[in-house]
C-alpha cells in the first residue's frame, strides 16, 4: 500500500462525507437564516423559535435525500472492499 493510494482513500472519504452532509447542513442554514431574517423583521427574540423548523426540515431533508446517502456510502463500500487485494498486495 503506498502512500498516494492512502493519501486517495482519504481524499475521498472526505468527498464523500461532505457530499452526504451537505443536503442536511444547507438545509438548516438555509431555514436559520429565513428565521434570523423573520425575528429581526419582528424583533422576537426568542432563542427557541428556530429549534423546531430547523428539525423538521432537516428531517425532511433526510427523507427526501436518504435514500441518495445510502446508495452513496454503499457503493462507496463495495469499492473500497473490491480494491481490497489490490492494497494489500
Avoid at 468527498?15 to 438545509?27: M, N, R, S, V
Avoid at 422576537?44 to 452513496?72: C, D, N, R
Wanted: charged share 5%.
Amino acid at each position: 500500500m503506498t502512500d498516494t493510494a492512502i493519501v486517495h482513500l482519504g481524499l475521498q472519504a472526505m468527498l464523500l462525507t461532505f457530499e452526504l452532509a451537505a443536503p442536511t447542513l444547507l438545509t438548516a442554514l438555509l431555514v436559520g437564516f429565513g428565521i434570523s431574517l423573520f425575528q429581526s423583521a419582528t424583533q422576537i427574540q426568542e432563542f427557541t423559535l428556530s429549534f423546531v423548523p430547523k428539525a423538521i426540515a432537516v428531517g425532511i431533508a433526510l427523507l427526501l435525500s436518504g435514500s441518495w446517502m445510502m446508495h452513496s456510502m454503499v457503493t462507496f463500500t463495495e469499492q473500497l472492499f473490491s480494491q481490497i487485494p489490490s492494497l494489500i498486495g
